[in-house]
């Protein structure tokens, strides 16, 4: 594969001699070398077999560390976008046109699935990665509301690890012949999981148990508050558009007072007005900003190594 590399960098940066192709093909160990390359499928003929659209980042990281150089990812939301809310515009559609995989984090998380199924239609599949997966119910707010299910599931590396399974199966029955490479990189990616997870236990076991309190934004995080045995307490909802009435805040801040929460966490992506009335109604000092919905840019490994270092800063 390198060598092909190799040859590949060298065709390109000798292609202004137009001359330099037939000449090295009429070297015969070249073309021996070419052909023995080409019989062993170490030759790309394109730059990527398989082309696929994500519309979750996280999911593109996970698409690109399972697909290595075989598949080429379009991140129809980017690194800050919100995946509770996208509208596919004709521009992003055109950057998709020709994937035959559109992998989505499924669990309702997509309330505009039904349009987008609707324009990518029979052109090609669409897979819901969180469908399968175990999911937490909503929790109910106290007026009857909470009967969907709870979409953030990437905040459980258990479940991310699931995954790397559901979009290596995904991107093989698209790429049949590049099975044994998916498998290999899924099994590698999935070593790196379990080593993020031992990370996380031992740094959050810093967090004595009567202080695991996490106190954020919106409700994003109520699966690893299950993972690591912490009490969730959301400020907004599962998205961002619910805010808490003032019967909702007054219990908030009484909860936080009475458990001596240390932190309140706001997002990368948002830091409602209600964040400093709440930090200044209870004396509770601001966190350092968690990743909730995208991945501010870094890799899954690196994002949850951010909130995990930041919880564990605010909370030890
Ligand atoms: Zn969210």
């Given at each position: 594969?390198?060598?092909?590399?190799?040859?590949?960098?060298?065709?390109?940066?000798?292609?202004?001699?137009?001359?330099?192709?037939?000449?090295?093909?009429?070297?015969?160990?070249?073309?021996?070398?070419?052909?023995?390359?080409a019989v062993f499928g170490?030759?790309?003929?394109?730059?990527?077999?398989?082309?696929?659209?994500?519309?979750?980042?996280?999911?593109?990281?996970?698409?690109?560390?399972?697909?290595?150089?075989?598949?080429?990812?379009?991140?129809?939301?980017?690194?800050?976008?919100?995946?509770?809310?996208?509208?596919?515009?004709?521009?992003?559609?055109?950057?998709?046109?020709?994937?035959?995989?559109?992998?989505?984090?499924?669990?309702?998380?997509?309330?505009?699935?039904?349009?987008?199924?609707?324009?990518?239609?029979?052109?090609?599949?669409?897979?819901?990665?969180?469908?399968?997966?175990?999911?937490?119910?909503?929790?109910?707010?106290?007026?009857?509301?909470?009967?969907?299910?709870?979409?953030?599931?990437?905040?459980?590396?258990?479940?991310f690890r699931r995954a790397?399974?559901?979009?290596?199966?995904?991107?093989?029955?698209?790429?049949?012949?590049?099975?044994?490479?998916?498998?290999?990189?899924?099994?590698?990616?999935?070593?790196?999981?379990?080593?993020?997870?031992?990370?996380?236990?031992?740094?959050?076991?810093?967090?004595?148990?009567?202080?695991?309190?996490?106190?954020?934004?919106?409700?994003?995080?109520?699966?690893?508050?299950?993972?690591?045995?912490?009490?969730?307490?959301?400020?907004?909802?599962?998205?961002?558009?619910?805010?808490?009435?003032?019967?909702?805040?007054?219990?908030?801040?009484?909860?936080?007072?009475?458990?001596?929460?240390?932190?309140?966490?706001?997002?990368?992506?948002?830091?409602?007005?209600?964040?400093?009335?709440?930090?200044?109604?209870?004396?509770?000092?601001?966190?350092?900003?968690?990743?909730?919905?995208?991945?501010?840019?870094?890799?899954?490994?690196?994002?949850?190594?951010?909130?995990?270092?930041?919880?564990?800063?605010?909370?030890?």
């Open positions: 594969m390198q060598e092909a590399r190799r040859l590949r960098d060298g065709l390109e940066r000798d292609a202004p001699a137009t001359h330099f192709i037939p000449h090295f093909f009429t070297k015969p160990h070249a073309r021996q070398y070419i052909l023995g390359l170490l030759l790309p003929l394109a730059a990527a077999d398989l082309k696929i659209a994500v519309l979750h980042p996280l999911l593109g990281d996970l698409a690109r560390e399972i697909g290595g150089d075989q598949v080429e990812v379009v991140d129809l939301i980017g690194p800050n976008g919100d995946p509770h809310h996208f509208e596919p515009r004709p521009e992003d559609l055109r950057k998709a046109e020709g994937a035959s995989l559109y992998l989505v984090a499924g669990m309702g998380l997509e309330g505009y699935l039904p349009k987008l199924r609707s324009v990518i239609a029979e052109k090609a599949e669409l897979v819901e990665v969180g469908a399968t997966l175990p999911a937490l119910e909503e929790p109910d707010d106290g007026h009857g509301h909470g009967h969907g299910v709870d979409p953030h599931w990437w905040h459980s590396i258990d479940l790397t399974g559901i979009v290596a199966a995904a991107l093989e029955a698209k790429s049949p012949e590049n099975a044994a490479l998916f498998h290999k990189n899924a099994a590698t990616y999935r070593t790196k999981l379990d080593e993020l997870e031992k990370w996380a236990r031992r740094e959050i076991a810093r967090i004595p148990r009567d202080r695991r309190h996490l106190a954020t934004t919106h409700a994003a995080f109520n699966y690893l508050c299950r993972d690591f045995g912490f009490v969730p307490h959301p400020v907004q909802g599962l998205n961002r558009e619910q805010m808490p009435d003032p019967r909702e805040l007054a219990k908030l801040v009484a909860d936080l007072k009475a458990n001596h929460v240390a932190a309140i966490f706001p997002e990368t992506e948002s830091n409602p007005k209600i964040l400093n009335t709440l930090t200044n109604d209870t004396g509770i000092k601001l966190g350092k900003p968690l990743i909730a919905d995208g991945t501010g840019g870094l890799s899954y490994l690196e994002m949850v190594r951010h909130n995990v270092e930041a919880i564990v800063k605010g909370l030890e």
